[in-house]
């Protein structure tokens, strides 16, 4: 049994940690209200353009364009792989979901081109061998628009230049307050099945409206489809930040649990050990007292 002054030790260690913890969980909590926020605030505007986008394939359902596709892109194509991770750690399996879904799609291609937002998931390739775009450097932190628009310009740039004939992104999406899920979702091409109003419920009922392009509808689409797919990019940012820091207080939660439940233990082992060293004093004393009345009673 470890003595009075070891388990005082590790009661101030367990409490300096229950500091930085309880720390990182009120600043996670702030910046996912944050965030939240800036989430809801940008949804119309993504939704406007899904919409937008629908409505202009609906009704031109022949129309070419590099943009989109009547079939799905098969096996042989060089896909393009946008990975949100967060800067750093303790965030439960919020990284580990993501650097795993995207190991599994890595596997299935066999020409690929890997784009990392976030410092964890750059290192974690760059330990495993594995090549990501050396210039695509970017921060999980603090999303903003104009950092989802250049990032979209960089993509759109190899997929233009037929560097890439598929753009998918992986990243996590908040469910509910409490739950995310790390999902895989098509950037380019635009297929007609993604924008059905099957699919599109708020597009239902405008089947017969008139509609007029300028100058054509395959321009129409190409100054819509940056728009759409910046606004995509800047949703899962915010999305991805939002779920990094709810599972960072998540994990900060069950710590703090934990650590109540270790001072709870070595209170009681605290106590233990103190009163255990209390009656050993006492019968040391009492011992000590009865040896000095011996003594006195052989002296006389």
Request: net charge negative; with cysteine.
């Amino acid at each position: 049994m470890a003595n009075a002054r070891e388990i005082q030790g590790r009661i101030k260690s367990i409490n300096d940690t229950m500091k930085i913890t309880n720390a990182m969980y009120m600043i996670s909590s702030t910046k996912l209200q944050r965030a939240k926020k800036e989430l809801a605030e940008t949804e119309p505007f993504f939704f406007t353009m899904q919409s937008m986008i629908a409505r202009t394939i609906r009704h031109m359902p022949e129309m070419q364009s590099r943009y989109l596709t009547h079939d799905p892109v098969g096996s042989g194509k060089k896909r393009g792989f946008l990975v949100f991770t967060a800067d750093k750690g303790l965030a439960g399996a919020y990284n580990h979901n993501v650097l795993k879904l995207a190991e599994e799609e890595l596997e299935k291609s066999e020409e690929w081109n890997l784009f990392v937002v976030g410092e964890l998931g750059r290192q974690y390739f760059a330990g495993k061998k594995i090549a990501v775009d050396e210039h695509f450097l970017y921060t999980a932190q603090h999303p903003t628009f104009d950092r989802a628009r250049v990032i979209t310009s960089k993509l759109l740039e190899a997929y233009d230049n037929g560097e890439l004939d598929e753009i998918d992104i992986i990243f996590t999406s908040m469910k509910n307050g409490m739950q995310s899920e790390t999902r895989m979702e098509r950037l380019l091409p635009l297929t007609q099945q993604d924008f059905s109003p099957t699919v599109m419920q708020h597009a239902v009922g405008v089947q017969q409206e008139e509609f007029i392009f300028s100058p054509s509808p395959e321009a129409v689409l190409e100054s819509i489809v940056p728009n759409y797919v910046t606004g995509y990019i800047f949703g899962a940012l915010v999305e991805s930040f939002c779920s990094e820091h709810n599972a960072r207080m998540m994990a900060m939660e069950a710590a703090n649990d934990s650590a109540k439940d270790m001072l709870h233990q070595l209170s009681i082992e605290y106590n233990r050990v103190r009163q255990a060293a209390i009656t050993q004093e006492i019968t040391e004393v009492v011992s000590g007292a009865k040896a000095q009345k011996r003594k006195k009673k052989g002296d006389r």
